[in-house]
DNA sequence: GCCACGACTTGACACTATCAAGTTTTCCGA
DNA sequence: TCGGAAAACTTGATAGTGTCAAGTCGTGGC
């Protein structure tokens, strides 16, 4: 069955972030292209950032079914691989969602239940694989330290590697996979 | 003595991005804020993305010298622990700097030499705090690693903290200078 | 004195999101 | 089947933006 617009915009806006960016992203020109008037995404959407917010959540769902996959590993540091490995890898195929999904400028994802619900949904995923990794004799303290770590660690990958100078500074790197690798070993062996 | 209209501009223009962020910004209101026709910043700049290209340029200074402090860590954690302080910490000092330096379509910064030459500064400060904490001993590749682990973990906490979600998933930090701490540490039990 | 150059102004242009209407299409119930 | 209402889309206008292309003004050097 035929695209709907709202889908064609949703769409069009995804793949014009992922390939310049959102910034330059005009939505009069994605209706052109879509050969409708300047106004017809706007009936779809509330107005600009309502655009956005669509991608985020959008991109949040993607992202928690992209972070707890199937296998699960039962060596901890293995978890934090896997973790780290599922968010670049994300990042990588999504860019479109993921440089808006942590642009607070452009979505404001407080404003919507169904967004604010998914992004929570996504940040659970994470907190599971973390209390999965940490046992269950830890403190609340020590899982918000282990948490914050891998974050920090996988999301500081990511960005760096999709716009970040990483690649650039850090010297052609024979396989970016093992890279990623290697650094969330690295970093998880700090986790007993 | 008196404040010349290119300092006035950066000023309003940093101000601006670290309350606001950089996207809603408008040189022609900053103009206006300082008395002077719409066109006048732009006499002192070429276009709007080398205004951005000159905060880029300065936060890579201020970076290269907040991270290259002067007291030295002798054991390898501390020296984890200090880099990625430093690294939050500047990026909650700078806000408005910071927003912009890894913003690639704010600031083409490989269009300009000197910027290019800060930024390559500031990611040599990075290196060498690495390879005082790795030793001489180790490879290449041990090096490319260990950096990218802690420049990864560094830079996602700062922008999840900037920007990011961290906060308010995390739950109230009783400090955060504690929370970068053992998250540091943590990290840094991997590098021996 | 003058004139050249830097600092700034003025005006226009193409572009943007958004408000406020109008028009067309679709679909559903009597 | 027909009528009407709501959804989908259009048209026009407004205020805002960066940028191009000129013009003006004042100051320092020859």
């Not at 992922?18 to 106004?39: C, K, T, W, Y």
């Not at 779809?44 to 669509?54: P, Q």
């Not at 996988?154 to 996979?177: F, M, Y």
Request: glycine share 6%; charged share 25%; proline share 3%.
């Amino acid at each position: 069955m035929a695209q709907t617009l709202r889908e064609k915009v949703i769409k069009a806006a995804v793949k014009y972030v992922a390939e310049n960016g959102p910034d330059g992203l005009s939505f009069r020109q994605i209706a052109a292209d879509a050969g409708v008037s300047h106004q017809a995404p706007y009936h779809h959407f509330g107005d600009r950032s309502a655009i956005f917010n669509e991608i985020a959540l959008d991109g949040f769902k993607r992202f928690s079914a992209a972070i707890s996959g199937p296998p699960r590993a039962d060596e901890a540091s293995e978890i934090c691989v896997r973790v780290c490995e599922r968010y670049v890898d994300f990042a990588i195929a999504n860019k479109g969602h993921f440089r808006v999904m942590f642009r607070a400028d452009l979505c404001q994802i407080d404003e919507s239940p169904e967004t604010q619900k998914a992004a929570d949904d996504a940040f659970d995923t994470l907190l599971s694989a973390v209390s999965e990794m940490v046992g269950k004799s830890a403190s609340i303290d020590e899982i918000r330290v282990q948490a914050t770590t891998m974050w920090s660690l996988a999301h500081g990958l990511a960005t760096l590697i999709i716009d970040g100078p990483l690649e650039k500074k850090i010297g052609k790197v024979s396989d970016r996979r093992a890279l990623v690798r290697s650094v969330a070993q690295r970093a998880a062996e700090g986790f007993r």
